[in-house]
């Protein structure tokens, strides 16, 4: 069975930083894996997906990347602006099938 | 395209009432999801479509609930009896086969259920 984990389950930073979410799974027989933006009371919004085939996906200040054979994927965030603060969501899809994390929890404060 | 379109956006209901809710997935996608979203226990799966038909519904927390795909454009997912517990909100969402296309999963807005 499929297993994400993502890391921090919390962050809050200072406008401006750069920064670096987590994703892990344990099953590297994957189709993609997606990266979604929720805010509070809102539906899952999609930023960025991967295809198995590929290594990193890339919009705006948003990059992802994908390393299937240690099985983690990394969400960089550049130049963080409060409008960021939201959780944010990593799918895995194997078997059809989508598998999400935890989330990380992400405050930008001015 | 208008996106995954879910109704109603918020239900409140008292235990013991049936639940039903509504989901329009994205024109021309064959995989339908239902999920429910609670902070205890994160997002989960509760059944999933393709096609039309369900494919792995072991996802369902008990026989109180069911879901339905009649035709492509629509689905429902049942709650009878409702309890407090079953309060949460709950999500649809669809896509085209990773094997065909990108595979990318999009989401309707929820609908939250109350159960007093």
């Known amino acids: 069975k499929q297993e994400v984990t993502q890391i921090p389950a919390a962050l809050s930073v200072p406008e401006g930083e750069n920064l670096v979410l987590n994703c892990s799974f344990t099953?590297?027989?994957?189709?993609?894996l997606q990266w979604f933006r929720q805010d509070p009371g809102k539906g899952l919004t999609s930023l960025l997906l991967?295809?198995?085939?590929?290594r990193e996906q890339t919009s705006g200040r948003l990059n992802a990347s994908l390393d299937k054979s240690s099985g983690r994927s990394t969400l960089y965030i550049a130049a963080s602006q409060p409008g960021d603060s939201a959780t944010y969501l990593c799918?895995?899809?194997?078997?059809?099938?989508?598998?999400f994390g935890r989330g990380t929890s992400l405050i930008v404060h001015p | 395209d208008a996106g995954v379109i879910q109704s109603p956006r918020h239900e409140v209901t008292e235990m013991g009432q049936e639940v039903t809710l509504r989901c329009k997935p994205i024109?021309?996608?064959?995989?339908l999801f239902w999920y429910r979203q609670t902070m205890m226990r994160g997002l989960e799966l509760l059944i999933y479509?393709?096609?039309?038909?369900?494919?792995?519904d072991s996802g369902m927390p008990e026989d109180r609930f069911s879901a339905k795909m009649p035709n492509a454009s629509f689905s429902t997912l049942k709650i009878q009896p409702s309890e407090p517990r079953d309060s949460a909100v709950y999500f649809c969402?669809?896509?085209?086969?990773?094997?065909?296309?990108?595979?990318?999963?999009?989401f309707g807005e929820g609908s939250r259920l109350t159960v007093l």
């Open positions: 969402a669809s896509s085209f086969s990773p094997e065909q296309g990108t595979g990318e999963l999009f």
């Open positions: 099953d590297s027989a994957i189709y993609n």
């Open positions: 991967i295809q198995s085939s590929q």
């Open positions: 799918a895995v899809r194997r078997s059809y099938i989508p598998t």
């Open positions: 024109s021309g996608h064959d995989y």
């Open positions: 479509f393709n096609n039309n038909v369900p494919i792995d």
